[in-house]
Each structure stands twice: as C-alpha cells, then as structure tokens.
C-alpha cells in the first residue's frame, strides 16, 4: 500500500513538474469589440476616398482628372507625405504623365499635312500625341511608405482605368514646381464607404487588379 501511493505522489509530482516547466497554457487573443472594430472599417474605408498630399522633387506638372479623362503631362521623381492605401506617412514616387484631350486633337490636321508632305517623322509623332494624348497614359510607381523596403506598388493608367478598380474613375486635381500638391476624389471607395453602413464590404473588389 505504501509503495502505492509513493508511485502515485510520484507521478504527481513530475507532472506538476512538468506543467509549470511548460508554463500557463495559451490565452486567445482578446478580439476588439465589435463596435471597435465596425469604427475602425468606417475611418479606412474614408480614407480610401481621400488622396492628399505635398511633394518635394524635381519636375514640373499640370494635372486635372475628371472621371473619364484626364488633362495633364509630366515627368518627375518626387518625395511625398500624405495619405496612401489607408496610412499617413512619407514615400517616394515616380510619376510619367502624357493627356492631352481635348488639345490632342490638334494634332490630327498636322499630321494629314505632314503625310502629305512627306515627312513621316512629323506624321508619326503627331500620330502619337493624337492617340496616345486623346486616351491618356500614366505609369506611378511608389516605394519604401514610411522606410518599408517591401512596399511597392506600380499603377498603369488608360484614361479613367487604373490597376486597380479602386483608383479608377478620379476626380482632382495636381499641381507641381519643384514642391507641389495633389488632392483626388475616388468615386468608388466612396460607394464603398456608403455600403458598409448596410453591411456590405467591397474591397475584394475594389483591391483586385483588372484584366487587360
């Protein structure tokens, strides 16, 4: 009897030993309170429809979006502080611009002339602003939001037609000589913004690349 309970004190004994060496099991993260986190959503969701913020860089440009077109040129590489993709912070920027319409219609009288005259260099390059200035193109690469190495995001414009859903539609405006700013309207984070109060989310959506 006595050996029994020294084998049973026994055994107690190393798993007691062996539940404090691994220590207190796991607690569940605490998730916010709902309310919390429904507060949360609503502010992102209103600062996707927000673009501003100021730049410092070397370029010049004129820019002006109105949902389906855009009327602007630029070539410039610039450091910016604002809001971008829900976050306030700093990040750098490579901007290449070209939209003419409606001027880019001024081009198509000089390039017949040019056909005619035979100077194709001057056709071609009057094609060029007629197509390309009428559709309007712009490639934004930005990098490194607040010193993050890993964050990079590349948008590729046609007209009204950004990478992503999101951005597409803008409406705002930009100006910049050597320091500038910009401010832009996103139609559709503000769609989505009204349809969280129904308790429907969009930014799957709005988030995915389109397919060209």
């Known amino acids: 009897m006595r050996r029994t309970l020294l084998g049973t004190w026994f055994v107690l004994g190393l798993c007691g030993a062996a539940g404090a060496a691994e220590g207190p099991p796991p607690q569940p993260t605490p998730r916010a309170w709902a309310p919390l986190r429904y507060l949360h959503e609503r502010c992102a969701d209103l600062l996707d429809i927000v673009e501003l913020n100021v730049a410092t860089g070397r370029g010049v440009k004129l ?6 077109q855009f009327l602007g040129a630029c070539d410039h ?22 939209g003419l319409l409606p001027f880019s219609y ?3 009288p000089v390039e017949h002339a040019a ?5 194709r260099r001057l056709a071609a390059d009057a094609e060029f602003v007629r197509r390309t200035g009428t559709r309007g193109i712009q490639y934004l690469d930005r990098k490194e939001l607040n010193g993050d190495p890993v964050f990079f995001v590349k948008d590729t414009v046609e007209g009204p037609l950004h990478t992503r859903w999101g951005d597409s539609f803008p409406i705002g405006a ?4 050597g320091v500038g700013i910009r401010f832009l309207l996103r139609p ?5 913004f009204l349809a969280g109060f129904v ?8 988030n995915a690349e389109q397919i060209r």
Request: charged share 30%; net charge neutral.
């Open 77 to 98: 590489r610039t450091r910016r502080f604002g809001i971008l993709d829900r976050r306030v912070g700093a990040w750098r920027e490579i901007d290449s611009q070209l």
């Open 106 to 108: 001024l081009a198509y």
């Open 115 to 119: 056909r005619a005259l035979g100077a």
């Open 199 to 206: 308790g429907i989310e969009l930014d799957p959506w709005l």
């Open 188 to 192: 559709l984070q503000l769609v989505d």
């Open 174 to 177: 930009e100006v910049h000589a």
């Open 63 to 68: 820019d002006l979006k109105y949902g389906l």
